[in-house]
């Protein structure tokens, strides 16, 4: 097997990864395998989004969600500056999965200012792996797709036994410093990766020069990984991942975090042999710990102190692997568990009167069961059929006596669920010509309701102004979904079209009960989580990558989304059609590059979700690169200027419409060793 390691600018960071990592691309096309190294491997083939995310990651000054709201399937959800909440074409919260190394991991948060991205920095990230339709619940039963991000892994390295990277940069826009190391060793069978990134960002400044409010963040992160190489097949491997954040502003809402803080931990084993019927597996377990506490104290004219803390554990594990039945068919499967318990509660300091206290999610366990299968048969040398199933027995429960007691208020006599999950699909790839493929899907699946959507006890959103309740008899969402792509490929040019329709029942929304009274000062009103009949969303993708020569790479993805009630009332959350073009010159160790951003108005918006127009946009951003070497260091530097004509805009899923970062000037420099 050939391996090819390069460093990569991208946050000043570098990664290294092994080439087996990559043998599982065998899968269909709607499992988009995203490698964050240059690697060559011998008969496996690139998908564009690879080529898309390589292309997009150069930029030194790009985190994690920037590359992930380029990707033409994603969008995010922002509240601030820190912590948005990704989408995948329109579906979000429950009805995706966003997993860490296959991981399922559940925020603390009730605002969810904490999704699982944010615990997973650039520097200790291996790859992106991004499923919709037809493989999209292969990790858990999904209606919406699944964001697994990979951990990167420590090397044995061949020359050395110790190699390092050391990164710092900044930006003007929001006067934030960014400081990140890596440190990799190995002897004999042992290899152990470090790695720390610390992040600063006060208030930033939108387009015109006006500072946002509440918009800071400080966080530090930091991994260690061991590895130990039992044999040529057979490797043993221990992760922990810890994130810790204060002082965590959002301009959205009524509060912001005073602490956040994750501890992920995992121990596995891995073993390829290419020459047997099973060629590869793996087996982890794995717990992590999630504490969230909201903070009111620096907001002005607050008339009632709360703390608001939250508590999420999971433990769990799974068993994965893939064998050849013969020379045209393969199968992969998959059995995993887990168990998460989650706890939130509010008290509420009212001058001259004894603290209230109340539980805002319920002490509630849910337990989640799962088996999981997709096979593979190439029918001819043009034509492949897949077909994946799942199931998963969904159990949740209500774990004290006071959980049990609130939701009782509301006449449920028991909220505990014991639920079957059931998801399939069929997927056909037929090769037209020797560079043009054509691939459609058809695929049923469902997902449970959330535990806000299960147990919430008046949970404030700020988007409609809002209190929800939660609704524990809620039936299961579920969606008919149809995938239908085609993929261009000539030397090294790719275009790539997606159209995609799914038709949901049983959507889950929220409907304004008059018969309830509000608790948060100054709600519109309170909510109760209801199912309505059916409701649909469909759109399109498309992406290419074009190189007219060998120093000039031009990129463009566009994006487009629409969704409907029952009543054809548009869903909230929709965004409208994105286009991002970029183009780099890159003759030698200097690159140049300019890109465009453009959105159009978002005039189908849900007015009964607190939703209103938005403007379209247009963006314009410019980057410069420079790589050397210093005896036997590597120094690469990065400067560039985004929002060049500081342009005062926001995105439609910005939660009130607060402005983004205007012009910023960054500069990143990044030594390997």
């Not at 292309?55 to 994603?74: C, G, Q, Y």
């Not at 887990?338 to 009167?353: E, F, K, N, R």
């Not at 147990?455 to 404030?460: E, M, P, V």
């Not at 579920?478 to 030397?491: C, E, F, H, V």
Request: net charge positive.
């Amino acid at each position: 097997m050939k391996k090819t390691f390069l460093f990569i600018l991208l946050l000043s960071y570098c990664w290294h990864a092994k080439a087996q990592t990559y043998i599982s691309q065998m899968s269909d096309d709607s499992s988009r395998i995203v490698a964050l190294n240059e690697i060559i491997v011998n008969s496996i083939q690139k998908n564009p989004q690879h080529y898309l995310v390589r292309f997009f990651k150069a930029n030194s000054a790009a985190t994690l969600e920037d590359i992930l709201s380029r990707l033409p399937e994603v969008s995010l959800i922002r509240r601030g500056s820190y912590g948005m909440e990704p989408s995948i074409r329109s579906f979000s919260g429950g009805q995706i999965n966003v997993l860490v190394d296959g991981m399922r991991i559940h925020g603390a948060c009730t605002d969810k200012m904490d999704p699982a991205t944010i615990y997973i920095e650039p520097i200790n990230l291996e790859n992106l792996q991004v499923q919709t339709t037809a493989s999209g619940f292969m990790s858990g039963s999904t209606i919406g797709g699944t964001v697994d991000m990979k951990m990167a892994e420590p090397d044995f390295l061949q020359n050395k036994k110790l190699t390092g990277i050391v990164s710092s940069g900044y930006q003007s826009a929001a006067k934030s410093f960014f400081e990140s190391a890596k440190l990799n060793y190995s002897s004999n069978r042992w290899a152990f990766r470090a790695s720390g990134t610390y992040r600063k960002s006060n208030n930033y400044r939108s387009g015109g020069g006006e500072e946002i409010n509440f918009s800071q963040y400080e966080k530090l992160n930091y991994s260690l990984s061991a590895k130990f190489q039992q044999n040529n097949n057979t490797y043993i491997k221990a992760d922990l991942l810890a994130d810790d954040g204060w002082n965590i502003g959002y301009p959205a809402l009524p509060m912001d975090v005073g602490l956040a803080t994750a501890r992920i931990a995992s121990v596995s084993i891995h073993h390829s042999d290419f020459s047997k019927l099973i060629y590869k597996w793996q087996m982890k377990v794995y717990a992590n710990k999630i504490s969230h506490f909201m903070d009111d104290t620096k907001r002005p004219f607050v008339p009632i102190h709360m703390d608001m803390p939250g508590l999420s554990k999971t433990f769990g594990a799974f068993a994965e692997g893939e064998m050849k039945l013969n020379k045209k068919q393969r199968l992969s499967v998959r059995a995993d568990g887990s168990s998460t318990y989650l706890s939130a509660s509010m008290t509420m300091y009212q001058p001259g009167q004894l603290p209230m206290y109340m539980l805002t999610w319920p002490d509630n366990r849910k337990g989640q069961y799962g088996i999981a299968a997709s096979w593979i048969t190439e029918i001819d040398s043009t034509l492949k059929l897949q077909l994946t199933s799942r199931a998963d027995i969904i159990t949740y429960s209500l774990t004290s006596t006071a959980a049990k007691d609130q939701v009782s208020i509301f006449g449920y006599s028991s909220a505990n669920r014991n639920d079957l999950l059931k998801n399939i699909s069929t997927q056909l790839s037929k090769k037209i010509t020797k560079k043009l493929k054509a691939t459609g899907s058809i695929s049923y699946s469902e997902r449970m309701p959330t535990a806000s959507e299960l147990y919430g006890f008046y949970l404030f959103n700020n988007s409609d102004g809002f209190d929800y309740i939660g609704s524990p008899n809620l039936k299961k969402e579920n969606s008919w979904q149809a995938d239908a792509s085609i993929l261009y490929t000539k030397g090294r040019n790719r275009v790539q079209f997606n159209y995609f329709y799914s038709r949901l029942a049983n959507y889950i929304m929220g409907k304004v009960d008059p018969t309830l009274s509000t608790m948060t000062i100054g709600a519109n009103g309170v909510k109760s989580y209801i199912n309505i009949s059916k409701a649909s969303i469909s759109g399109f993708e498309a992406s290419a990558f074009l190189k007219p020569t060998v120093d000039l790479d031009i990129v463009s993805t566009i994006r487009y989304t629409k969704g409907k009630d029952a009543e054809g009332n548009p869903l909230p959350f929709i965004a409208p059609f994105k286009n991002l073009t970029s183009l780099r010159y890159q003759p030698g160790i200097i690159s140049i590059q300019l890109e465009s951003e453009t959105s159009l108005q978002q005039n189908k918006v849900s007015y009964l979700a607190g939703e209103d127009q938005t403007p379209a946009y247009f963006l314009l951003h410019t980057r410069l690169g420079y790589a050397t070497s210093i005896r036997k260091s590597s120094v690469e530097l990065q400067v560039g200027v985004e929002n060049i004509f500081d342009k005062k805009y926001y995105e439609h899923l910005d939660w009130g419409n607060i402005s983004r970062p205007g012009r910023n000037i960054y500069a990143q420099v990044k030594i390997g060793f």
